[in-house]
């Protein structure tokens, strides 16, 4: 099998570090943490997608999406536009385009994205799908929600989910 080249960067957040992966010209995960603390759920991602991966640091090749995030996070953005990829199942990959549907400062719950790709019963199914979703804040599964409302299991973690949210209710700086 011939090996997969994959690039790093990290970014320092108020969230605390974030590193992206990308292969190619695409990003194909972003992750909470600094890569060399990542843990075993990511290399086991890695190793399911990715046989014989090289990752290498490579600021350069990130920078476009790097920038694209340091708006967001300032309030400048809403919306990025570059390339990524995604990696997981039929299911979890439909799941997960309709995260990318939900607009910027609102919320959907569990039960809506289930309605939405036509499985109604299967909220427990687009739960675990959220969970594994490898571009948080790309695809926004902070945006989804309890059927109460309330906040429930965030993969980054609940303080993590309140402060995205959060950031999505403030008025964007650029208005």
Request: charged share 20%; proline share 5%.
């Amino acid at each position: 099998m011939k090996n997969s080249w994959l690039y790093y960067d990290e970014m320092d957040t108020d969230l605390g570090p974030i590193t992206f992966i990308m292969k190619d010209e695409a990003l194909c995960a972003l992750q909470y943490g600094k890569l060399s603390q990542l843990g075993d759920s990511f290399h086991n991602w890695l190793q399911k997608h990715f046989k014989k991966a090289n990752i290498q640091h490579h600021p350069t090749k990130l920078l476009e999406v790097m920038q694209q995030f340091e708006k967001y996070f300032s309030g400048e953005r809403t919306q990025f536009e570059f390339s990524y990829e995604l990696y997981g199942t039929p299911f979890q990959k439909q799941v997960w385009s309709a995260l990318k549907d939900i607009p910027y400062g609102e919320t959907r719950t569990y039960k809506d994205i289930a309605h939405i790709i036509g499985a109604p019963s299967a909220q427990r199914a687009v739960g675990g799908a959220v969970n594994r979703n490898p571009l948080p804040i790309l695809l926004p599964c902070h945006r989804v929600v309890g059927s109460n409302g309330n906040m429930t299991g965030y993969a980054g973690g609940i303080d993590k989910k309140a402060f995205l949210l959060k950031l999505e209710k403030t008025p964007l700086a650029s208005q």
